[in-house]
């Protein structure tokens, strides 16, 4: 990933408190994932490095709101 992701922060996870984790699905989108319990974000579809850029800022965004997907084996 560039350097320009180091500027994101990212807050805990809204469901365990874990670490979230910008990641980059297959060169085409980006998300924020919890390394303990796996909540995510949408994934963020970019074609070009400035909206790779923006994508990165947006799932921070969303990250960082709480806006989260949370599944749990009984749901």
Not at 14 to 36: H, M, N, R, S
Not at 44 to 53: G, L
Request: overall charge negative; proline content about 3%.
């Amino acid at each position: 990933m560039s350097v320009y992701f180091e500027d994101i922060e990212l807050q805990d996870c809204p469901y365990c408190g874990g670490t979230g984790c910008l990641e980059e699905e297959g060169g085409w989108c980006l998300y924020v994932q919890c390394l303990d319990c796996c909540s995510h974000t949408a994934e963020f579809a970019f074609h070009s490095e400035a909206e790779r850029a923006e994508a990165a800022r947006q799932a921070a965004h969303i990250w960082n709101m709480g806006k989260v997907i949370h599944s749990r084996p009984d749901d």
